[in-house]
């Protein structure tokens, strides 16, 4: 059974930095089959895409509202995927998810991706 799991979300102050991590079982990350993304979902509105990578972490895109302070990564060996997120702005509160997909591209549509964690929130406060 597959199953992707997010941790690391949190309160922080405007200008703050997280890590998310999200840990994948039941399928190997380092196979070369599967390309992960993070996407994120605010109250009331629609999931959104953040970031992606491909398996060797060679390719990665990101959405214009987070390009320059959020990184996504992954380590294969652990089955690790991760968001560093610097500069947190306020707009950035939402319940953050990562998602795998069998394929070898950068995927941008939730539809793309085959399997979901159960997200971690993100809260940007003073």
């Known amino acids: 059974q597959v199953q992707l799991v997010e941790t690391g979300g949190g309160l922080v102050q405007p200008g703050g930095s997280l890590r998310l991590s999200c840990v994948a079982s039941?399928?190997?990350?380092?196979?070369?089959?599967?390309?992960m993304g993070w996407f994120r979902q605010a109250p009331g509105k629609e999931h959104t895409f953040i970031a992606t990578?491909?398996?060797?972490?060679?390719?990665?895109d990101y959405a214009d509202s987070v390009k320059g302070r959020f990184t996504i990564s992954r380590d294969n060996a652990k089955n690790e995927v991760y968001l560093q997120m610097v500069s947190l702005k306020p707009e950035d509160t939402a319940t953050y998810f990562c998602?795998?997909?069998?394929?070898?591209?950068?995927?941008?549509?939730?539809?793309?991706?085959?399997?979901w964690g159960q997200g971690t929130q993100v809260t940007v406060s003073s």
């Open positions: 998602g795998a997909s069998r394929g070898d591209t950068l995927y941008y549509q939730r539809g793309d991706y085959d399997y």
């Open positions: 039941g399928l190997n990350l380092g196979s070369g089959l599967y390309t």
């Open positions: 990578i491909t398996w060797h972490g060679s390719r990665t």
